[in-house]
């Protein structure tokens, strides 16, 4: 289950995604997006509210399935080798993906065992230690705040310890403090030589970590390219997509 | 070592949610008052209908206590992030339907003193009941695990578990109603075996099918 940078199929891509799509009801959030990230490589994915941003790290993640097209990660086929892909991957939505009424250490430590990983507390309170959380491990996760519950998740994403790595908006809820954390977490992903995609609106925080950029709107990919080409201020929102596909 | 994992999970989060179980177990006794009060003062007839009340109870109770140990698992998406790891669902499902299964035979078990106080009901072999008691609580406890995952993401899901519980669970009901009776007020024919073996039987087939088709109901 343990997957450090050099597993899963070494000659593939991290990622690879060709004609993906995926709708919703009659809506599609997602459509025809063709994808090639590098292993070891750190994405941002950018876009507007709704364009699919979510949506696609899901898909990656075998959170979901997509409705057409393929997607490989690591190596591995999303649709018909989707524990592989879980094995390789680890994705920081939305929800904490905990137990309210659990403590933060037995979050982690039931995490820990599913992983088949050591579980001692003081381990996985030194991983605490590193999201800020030490002092509060003992408490139930109920009495969290929203940025509480978002540092918690990201130590479940290092305890992980995955090949490649989604993060769906890692700066939602936190402050100042939090930034710098995700920051921390993104510098020693990259020296780990793990595969990082990072879903943002944020695009001033992390930028200057990430390798690539890749601009969704309605659910295409409508820009590639360098990281640093990106602009720092409001860019999803600022009709690059238009100016950089035109 | 997955299943065990998955057991000790559910198993502690039981535990932290306790005050639940109090709360059904209040819903328990109170349905067992109630039916005391609608058979009337006849204490033959009460005697005649405790294990039919008893278990009738202890299935209205059992949508309240199976749909909030489900809750937990959607309240952050936490059964999406174990199956992420990736953890199998039919381990998940095992590890939910047995500790739900100890939860549900608890509450029988705790409902029995009342039921002999309200309906006079004599138990002459309480280790007996007490298999019955848990083997009827495995019958509830895999078809409602599997039911309160399917209804846990429904607008009516209040409703919609007990309508898809409880025609699945009528035998079941009638095999355990039918054993307690027998334990209850007499086996003249010796036909209590033939009920425990029945009602075994359809334990042994929810366990077998609902664990198959938990991976399709918690999967996309």
Redesign the interface.
Known sequence: ?SAGPGAGVPSAPAVEADGLGRRYGRRWALVDVALRVPRGAVVMVAGRNGSGKSTLLRVL?????PTRGRARVAGFDVTAE??EV??R???L?H????????SAL?NLA??A????RPHGREALRALLGEVGLAERGDD??ETFSAGM?KRLALA?VRL?QAEVVLLDEPYGQLDPPGFRLVDRLLGALREQGRTVLMATHLLERGADLCDLGVVLEGGRVAWTGPAADLPGEGVAASGLAEGAAS | ??LV?AL??DA??QW??RARFLAVLAFGAVTLLLFSFAAGPDAASLRRHAPGFLWLALMLSSTLALAETFQ?EL????I????????SPRALFYGKAVANAAQLALLGLALVPLAVVLYDAPVPRPAALAGVIVLGAAGLSAPGTLYAAMSSQARARQALLPLLLFPLVVPVLLSAVKATALLTTGDPMGQLRSWLMLLASFDAVYWSLCGLFFGRVVE?
């Open positions: 289950m993640a075998t959170a979901i399935a989707r524990d879980r094995g991957s680890a994705l939505a929800a904490s993906y905990t137990y309210e009424a659990l037995e039931i995490t065992r599913f992983l088949g139930a996760v519950r479940r992980q | 070592m997955t994992t000790r999970k502690l989060l932290r949610t937990a309240e952050q998406r936490a999406e992030g174990l199956l992420l790891l990736p953890a996309e």
